[in-house]
């Protein structure tokens, strides 16, 4: 079955950096976009970012310009690298696998999360 683990999680610096990955296996990973979001602590879940199958890449407002997401298909796994954090970036953080290669069209699977603290 579809499995998604997360991990990179952690506590950072205002302005620090954090890789974060998401492994992936069950289904073939290169033929399906994928996505981040994230819910900080009593709020709903907010997009992140989304990569298609292909080198296509989108991001929230809140992120663009700091955050970036990449994908390796030889080993299952999604990244979200994520420079000059903000405390508001504190949150727990999803992968989700989308219905198709398309970032917009739905997502059917979710991994079980990643905490980010960004604090001094």
């Known amino acids: 079955q579809v499995q998604l683990v997360e991990s990179g999680g952690g506590l950072a610096q205002p302005g620090g950096s954090l890789r974060l990955s998401c492994a992936a296996s069950?289904?073939?990973?290169?033929?399906?976009?994928m996505t981040w979001a994230r819910q900080a602590p009593g709020k709903g879940l907010e997009w992140v970012s989304g990569?298609?199958?292909?080198?296509?890449?989108f991001y929230a407002d809140s992120v663009k310009g700091r955050f970036t997401i990449s994908r390796d298909n030889a080993k299952n796994t999604l990244y979200l690298q994520m420079n000059s954090l903000k405390p508001e970036d504190t949150a727990l953080y999803y992968c989700?696998?989308?219905?198709?290669?398309?970032?917009?069209?739905?997502?059917?699977?979710w991994g079980q999360g990643t905490r980010v603290t960004v604090s001094s």
């Open positions: 990569i298609d199958d292909g080198v296509s890449t």
């Open positions: 989700a696998k989308a219905l198709s290669s398309d970032v917009w069209r739905g997502y059917d699977a």
């Open positions: 069950g289904f073939t990973f290169s033929s399906y976009a």
